[in-house]
């Protein structure tokens, strides 16, 4: 493992690249990374790489999002089979008859996309949202617009309750952050009784509605960061958060929520990339995450909605 990890560093210098990891890799992953973020601010550390190659530590649409902002870069990707349910559970040619289907009835929309989506989907777009920016894009779309939602039933849904916003959902959804056990949460507040419930709002309204504190994942670090003296949360995304957490504030401690169907609530997806794929896709330069066309109309929309 040790000799893994320095072949990594070498070949990462040799190669003259960057590696980009999302909190939801494993902390060996995370600790080698340059940058670590959530989605939106990996889409912005990735307009700010002076290297020539970008490894991507996450899943497909990150990497596709990494690429459109750096066409003239090599952008790698350890294991290209790493998706999103999210991202799988809206593709574009259902979208587009949909809206189209809605544009025939008369309605007038604009279509808010959560950046947990496929480039063509992005294309398809008026707006592309993170969960740290989402409310303030569903305030400026005007009034006498509707908002189509994708592909996030559950963050839509948060986003109505906060904003006030009603909108047509898309029934998408997260496969970690959905089934995360109601009847477990409560059982860990009772062991934990001053624990600090803190969840994401790609969680449903049923685990949502027993926590203390909902955000991305930016925001959970701000707000557990704002709590000098050693408390214990109750944790409610994906189970490698917590190693970002432990590492920026080991004053706390924490306890994941358990799932309905497995207690470790770790992403299979982001799970696929490991340290043996990354120091491969270093040595071979792939796999690699080709220009497309649909790129460049995603760019503009990515840009106008998260980058200026
Ligand atoms: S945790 Fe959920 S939303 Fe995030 S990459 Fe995995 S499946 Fe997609």
Redesign the pocket.
């Known amino acids: 493992m040790i000799d893994l990890i320095e072949e990594i560093k070498d070949l990462k210098k040799a190669k003259n690249a960057t590696l980009l990891a999302h909190y939801?890799q494993e902390g060996d992953i995370q600790e080698l990374a340059d940058f670590t973020g959530d989605s939106l601010k990996l889409a912005r550390e990735a307009t700010k790489v002076k290297t020539p190659v970008i490894v991507f530590c996450g899943?497909h649409f990150m990497a596709e999002t990494a690429k459109m902002l750096n066409p003239e870069k090599k952008v790698l990707l350890p294991d290209l089979q790493a998706g999103?349910?999210?991202a799988e559970s809206c593709p574009a040619e259902k979208l587009l008859r949909f809206q189209e289907m809605l544009r025939e009835n008369g309605r007038r929309f604009q279509t808010v996309t959560y950046i947990?989506s496929s480039a063509a989907v992005k294309a398809l777009s008026d707006w592309v949202v993170t969960s740290g920016n989402a409310e303030e894009i569903i305030r400026r779309v005007p009034a006498d617009q509707e908002i189509l939602f994708v592909p996030d039933r559950h963050l839509g849904q948060y986003l109505t309750e906060i904003t006030g916003r009603k909108m047509i959902l898309w029934n998408g959804a997260?496969?970690?952050?959905e089934i995360f056990s109601v009847g477990d949460l409560l059982t860990l507040k009772r062991q934990v009784p001053a624990g600090i419930t803190v969840a994401h709002p790609?969680c449903p309204a049923n685990i949502r509605e027993h926590s203390d504190f909902v955000g991305g994942t930016e925001a959970m670090l701000k707000y557990i960061g704002g709590f000098a003296d050693q408390k214990d949360f109750l944790v409610a995304t994906?189970a490698n958060m917590m190693w970002q957490m432990q590492h920026k504030f080991p004053q706390h401690r924490y306890h994941p929520v358990p799932g309905i169907t497995c207690a470790c609530n770790k992403?299979p997806?982001?799970a696929r990339n490991t340290l043996e794929k990354v120091r491969d896709c270093l040595m071979y330069g792939r796999p690699e995450i080709e220009w497309q066309p649909e790129f460049a109309r995603a760019r503009e929309v990515v840009t106008r909605s998260l980058l200026n």
Do not use: R
């Open positions: 939801y899943v999103c349910s999210l947990n997260c496969i970690v952050h790609e994906e992403c997806h982001m």
